[in-house]
């Protein structure tokens, strides 16, 4: 096995206010991928995600339909780990912010800042934003016409007397974190289009509340303070913190965290959130927090018209439609085509099913599961199903010199986490393969005398560059991948990599570990074509 370096990926946490949709789907399915990826990597990885409960409009809702505020977020976090469950998310914890442990922890870091004096009461009158829950800036408000930028409604001027963190005191501290990151090449915002923005609204940081009254008492109390609760993004932020800060986990954390989150909540995890740690490791017993590793802010799913799905434009994909897809082409095409066509860069990406069956059976059915089958089908008809032994200098033209590079770039990709590259990447292989059929033409030489020493060589070569291909692919498609190992005799990576195990894969991608002779099952095509029916 690898050397096991701690690995740690989260979500943000998912308002309970309503089932499961897309875009959790998409968060969630990328750090999935990212966590998959580092297993198989050899790291000791650990993944999170979960529900964000003490929203005001949890409670709100909650009020409407006759429940109480714990009832409702009972029932839809319940909604959002069957959706994950279905969707085989390899998540090692599921947050919700209700459990006791989050609330204890968040409690003692509220009181340790109110110690130090980073968290002080107050008066704040300004603008605030009901649907994010949050208040923004006078020039913010301007800028946007007083109205959210997220979701057009109208800002209300509110005065409260609440808790304040002196955010404005870090704003030079994170323009310093910020200009290190960046002059040691690893920049703390991707895509890095996004930094900027961030910088410049750092530079006018004001101090921010941090709690909220008229609550009902769902949430977190401020310490001390039983009519204040704790407002809803400095408790949901430090679930990244709670749910690691444990003698066997912290070692999680001081890895440095990767964030994965959507764009519309940047500004909390690229500015409050470390600010927030900033403040908290100065206090006694915290001088242990660092700051994460990186904060990804991805874009949105839109239609294929070009607007922002919402349910009410009647264009969302809720759980219905997404099991629709799974029961249609398979959960591994579900993955496949939201980690490599989806909006990881600044630009928004569209869901449309025609596209969605274009990327199967070009990626899946045509190259990869295609491929399979037809090396599969020739051993069988050539040599019994048995695979074949190379001649000794059967290989110099073929995949073995482009392997290093390939697992190279992989790694790159993954490191910068392109995962469309990566999984192009993981392609090349499978793509290498068919062109190399195109070549030798194994299925003539077989009917030339004498030369089926020639024809085990090439298709040994091709089975050993797709175990080679599916090792890489694993993290995309690992239930397509995990059924070829089984069919050429690889079980043993299926095995380490079981119940969130960790692999080895640079040692698994040495060519030549197809020992020859071996029983190769054909079995039914990994994604079988795609046909649209005709109207």
């Not at 979701?151 to 704003?171: C, D, H, I, Q, W």
């Not at 290498?432 to 089926?452: H, N, S, W």
């Not at 043993?492 to 190769?520: C, H, N, S």
């Amino acid at each position: 096995m690898a050397d096991s370096s701690p690995f740690y990926v989260t979500t943000p946490i998912y308002y309970v206010n309503d089932r499961p949709h897309l875009g959790h789907v998409y968060t969630t399915m990328v750090a999935d991928v990212v966590a998959r990826y580092h297993r198989l990597k050899g790291d000791d990885t650990f993944f999170l995600t979960g529900v964000d409960e003490h929203a005001a409009k949890v409670s709100d809702t909650a009020i409407k339909k006759g429940m109480s505020a714990q009832a409702w977020a009972d029932q839809n976090a319940a909604a959002f780990r069957d959706v994950f469950r279905r969707l085989e998310m390899t998540n090692d914890d599921f947050v919700r912010t209700s459990e006791q442990q989050h609330k204890d922890r968040v409690t003692r870091y509220v009181r340790a800042l109110l110690d130090s004096g980073d968290v002080y009461q107050g008066e704040y009158e300004g603008w605030y934003d009901a649907g994010q829950e949050e208040y923004v800036t006078d020039n913010v408000a301007v800028q946007n016409n007083y109205k959210s930028e997220v979701n057009g409604k109208p800002l209300v001027r509110r005065t409260e007397n609440n808790y304040f963190f002196k955010l404005a005191s870090y704003r030079e501290p994170l323009l310093s974190f910020y200009e290190n990151r960046d002059r040691q090449g690893t920049p703390f915002v991707r895509p890095e289009a996004r930094q900027n923005e961030i910088v410049n609204r750092i530079k006018e940081m004001e101090d921010v509340p941090i709690s909220r009254t008229g609550s009902g008492g769902w949430g977190v109390p401020v310490p001390g303070d039983p009519e204040q609760t704790i407002y809803v993004w400095i408790d949901a932020l430090f679930n990244y913190l709670t749910y690691v800060d444990t003698d066997d986990r912290r070692k999680y954390w001081q890895a440095g965290a990767v964030h994965f989150i959507a764009k519309d909540i940047l500004w909390f995890h690229a500015a409050i959130w470390p600010a927030l740690l900033l403040a908290l490791r100065k206090c006694d017993g915290y001088e242990w927090v660092n700051l994460p590793k990186q904060v990804y802010s991805h874009s949105y799913w839109i239609s294929a018209s070009g607007e922002k799905m919402s349910k009410s434009l009647g264009n969302f994909l809720d759980p219905e439609a997404i099991n629709d897809y799974v029961n249609e082409f398979g959960l591994d095409a579900l993955r496949y085509f939201l980690a490599t066509r989806g909006p990881l860069g600044v630009s928004d990406s569209a869901f449309s099913p025609d596209l969605f069956v274009e990327v199967y059976n070009t990626d899946l059915a045509n190259t990869f599961g295609n491929s399979c089958s037809r090396v599969a089908n020739m051993i069988g008809r050539y040599f019994g199903g048995k695979l074949p032994e190379p001649l000794p200098e059967g290989n110099e033209d073929f995949v073995r010199s482009q392997v290093s590079d390939w697992v190279s770039q992989y790694a790159r990709h993954f490191e910068m986490l392109d995962l469309g590259r990566a999984g192009e990447t993981g392609l090349l292989a499978v793509r290498e393969v068919d062109a190399y059929i195109e070549k030798t033409q194994p299925f003539r030489l077989a009917k030339e005398e004498g030369q089926m020493a020639a024809v085990g060589t090439v298709l040994y070569n091709c089975a050993e560059a797709l175990r080679i291909a599916s090792v890489l692919l694993w993290p995309f498609i690992p239930n397509a991948c995990e059924e070829f190992w089984r069919r050429i005799g690889s079980d043993q990576y299926r095995e380490a990599l079981a119940d969130k195990g960790t692999g080895d894969y640079r040692k698994w991608v040495a060519w030549g570990k197809l020992a020859p002779g071996r029983l190769i099952d054909t079995g039914k095509p990994l994604f079988p074509r795609y046909r649209l029916e005709s109207p």
